[in-house]
């Protein structure tokens, strides 16, 4: 595994851990995805990120 530093989503703290020593909640990789130009998904990932964010709606 490339990256081993995690972050708990709940409190925001930094383990090496699956699983949060302070309260016990699952941790998530603390890296973003690698960045390539010929991301697949991006079209996909910039319009669910509009939608749940509400950029660009007229109202």
């Given at each position: 595994?490339?990256?081993?530093?995690?972050k708990?989503?709940?409190?925001?703290r930094?383990?090496?851990?699956?699983?949060?020593?302070?309260?016990?909640?699952?941790?998530?990789l603390?890296?973003?995805?690698?960045?390539?130009?010929?991301?697949?998904?991006?079209?996909?990932?910039?319009?669910?990120?509009?939608?749940?964010?509400?950029?660009?709606?007229?109202?």
């Amino acid at each position: 595994m490339r990256f081993r530093i995690k972050k708990c989503p709940k409190c925001g703290r930094y383990t090496l851990k699956e699983t949060c020593p302070v309260c016990g909640e699952k941790t998530k990789l603390a890296h973003p995805p690698k960045f390539s130009p010929e991301d697949p998904y991006g079209e996909y990932r910039r319009k669910l990120k509009k939608e749940v964010l509400g950029i660009g709606v007229k109202k």
